[in-house]
């Protein structure tokens, strides 16, 4: 478990609101260098991580987590040290007063979003607008535009904090608590042993169009290809089908959109394994790089995991580290298992 952590922990370091993703280079190359035999990059922000199994003629095995996550953008410098912003994927406004946000301009700009006391509060008001709050960084109007411009974009302050219960919480766990699992699966992989060549992408801008593993798909041109991404842990009010419980093992989806055949081997193996799943159900569109992935060139054949997280979108997202550990054991497990 203390490799999980030292690898979610150097992941959430890592800068990647949507369409930047590349600003976490330098993690990504740190954390596969001695795992991988390539580390490469695509024109659209996308890592391709490759470790080649000694088997000949190895089919490809396609390993997905989107390295992007949501953020902010500038939209307008103000007087006082206030910056205007606009969000990058999917933002509740009412979780942001009080958030430490750091800017990347040409230096790092450390910065509160703007609050309104409750004393001074309007009764009836309600919660805040995104168009409404503001960045306060303490610098001058002047100064600001020397240090950042409208576009540069605006990440959570991360915090990893490992709380009771063997959980973890952060901004970014969606997907970095997947890619740590990837990670922490191939590190684990003997060459000799392994059934596919595992291609691993890293993949860019899932909060803002789902396009990254589909457009690396064309390169790599997976056989079989799975998708990892977190899932709506189960709370008082969600739906029993659409979420799964934390602490109680990586989910599988079932949808119209995964490959049935695919999905069906890999249930049966854990089954002979004794390694536990659950079963998340998801009729039609999965949300997930999947469905982009699934009718992308020809068509791959796919399967979707997922791990339960709490507070989506939020400074402090929080999933369990042993649905982490399932997730990785899961793909450990299907890389070394002939056609699938």
């Not at 958030?99 to 609050?115: A, P």
């Not at 659409?242 to 999905?263: F, H, N, P, Q, Y």
Request: hydrophobic share 40%.
């Amino acid at each position: 478990m203390e490799q999980i952590k030292k690898i979610l922990k150097d992941l959430c370091d890592g800068f990647s609101v949507s369409g930047h993703e590349l600003y976490g280079k330098e993690v990504i190359e740190k954390l596969a260098g001695g795992i991988f035999d390539e580390v490469r990059t695509d024109n659209l922000g996308n890592f391709i991580l490759v470790k080649k199994s000694n088997k000949e003629n190895a089919k490809k095995l396609l390993i997905d987590a989107h390295f992007d996550t949501v953020g902010m953008m500038v939209s307008q410098i103000k007087d006082g040290g206030f910056l205007k912003f606009v969000e990058v994927g999917g933002l509740d406004a009412s979780v942001l007063p009080s958030t430490e946000v750091i800017i990347h301009g040409k230096e790092d700009v450390y910065g509160i979003i703007t609050s309104t006391p409750p004393h001074l509060k309007v009764a009836g008001t309600g919660t805040p607008k995104l168009e409404d709050l503001m960045i306060d960084t303490g610098y001058s109007k002047e100064r600001l535009e020397e240090l950042v411009w409208v576009g540069a974009p605006v990440c959570f302050k991360n915090n990893v904090d490992f709380i009771y219960g063997n959980n973890v919480t952060s901004a970014g766990l969606d997907d970095k608590a997947c890619l740590c699992a990837i990670f922490d699966a191939v590190s684990k992989m003997d060459k000799d042993n392994m059934a596919y060549n595992v291609y691993v992408t890293a993949s860019a801008q899932e909060e803002t169009g789902k396009c990254g593993p589909a457009r690396a798909s064309f390169e790599i041109e997976p056989d079989i290809a799975i998708i990892t991404d977190v899932n709506f842990a189960k709370m008082e009010k969600g739906e029993d089908f659409e979420s799964i419980e934390m602490g109680k093992g990586a989910g599988i989806d079932i949808s119209s959109l995964v490959d049935r055949k695919l999905t069906r081997s890999i249930r049966e193996l854990l089954d002979s394994k004794g390694i536990n799943y659950q079963i998340v159900c998801e009729p039609t569109r999965t949300g997930t790089n999947n469905d982009a992935l699934s009718i992308s060139s020809f068509g791959v054949r796919t399967a979707l995991m997922s791990i339960p997280l709490r507070s989506m979108h939020t400074p402090s997202e929080t999933v369990n580290l042993g649905d982490i550990k399932s997730l990785s054991s899961i793909l450990l497990a299907v890389a070394t298992k002939e056609e699938l």
